[in-house]
């Protein structure tokens, strides 16, 4: 099946520093991946759409210039959350849908943990 | 009102024992239905996904789906303490690149 690999899987860095994280489909182009972010005990909430080769859409109340999104490739989509402070701190995770004679579910990767000091 | 509505429980249940688990939403007009399976600090894992009204077995698991009612339901049978963890139902308009609308989540635990 579709395989979605996120990295780092944990990061923990200090107030004001920007973190970069990676979602990568391993066996499977990915035009669109979209990505979320996961309170504790809480739903998943979708921050934005990342297309290959074009802008992000952000969802309502997400800020761009925090949550900077790249998908240069059709494998890989990056996520950079920009000066982070502790309010950032949160499980993000990535997803990317599969491909097939049918169109594909979505695959998520094992998220990454954030963490700031 | 959520566009989405599932009962986030918790719930704990004996090993063995049919676990049913149900999602009710708003908008007719969704035509795809998804289960998923997250573990503590891991992503969802795909269980099962269905294509407007019917059932879907695999294995120990049947998805419901009745459009009629907006309602929809995954049962596992034979339940297991490996079963424990959160589940999620999903649902979209269309299939692949397209944004899921997600229930709150619920937590399931299998007692040995």
């Known amino acids: 099946g579709a395989v979605v690999s996120q990295h780092p899987s944990w990061v923990i860095c200090k107030s004001g520093t920007s973190v970069k994280i990676e979602c990568r489909s391993l066996?499977?182009?990915?035009?669109?991946m979209f990505w979320y972010r996961q309170f504790p005990k809480q739903s998943l909430m979708l921050m934005a759409t990342s297309n290959e080769g074009s802008k992000a859409t952000y969802e309502q109340g997400v800020e761009k210039d925090k949550f900077l999104i790249n998908h240069a490739s059709l494998t890989l989509s990056t996520l950079t959350v920009t000066s982070a402070h502790p309010e950032d701190s949160s499980f993000y995770i990535c997803?990317?849908?599969?491909?097939?004679?049918?169109?594909?579910?979505?695959?998520f990767g094992d998220g990454t943990r954030l963490s700031i000091l | 009102q959520k566009e989405v509505e599932q009962d986030p429980g918790p719930l704990s249940v004996p090993e063995g024992a049919i676990v049913s688990l149900n999602c009710t939403y708003s908008?007719?007009?969704?035509?795809?239905f998804m289960w998923y399976r997250q573990y503590s600090r891991k992503g969802p894992e795909l269980l099962m996904y269905t294509y407007s009204s019917g059932n879907k077995e695999d294995g120990r698991f049947t998805a419901q789906v009745d459009k009629s009612s907006k309602y929809i339901s995954l049962f596992i049978r034979d339940s297991q303490p490996s079963d424990s963890a959160t589940y999620l139902c999903?649902?979209?308009?269309?299939?692949?690149?397209?944004?899921?609308?997600f229930g709150q989540g619920t937590r399931l635990t299998i007692n040995p």
């Open positions: 908008n007719s007009a969704f035509q795809y």
């Open positions: 999903a649902m979209s308009l269309i299939q692949g690149a397209q944004k899921l609308v």
């Open positions: 997803s990317a849908p599969g491909v097939g004679w049918f169109n594909q579910p979505q695959h």
């Open positions: 066996d499977f182009q990915a035009t669109t």
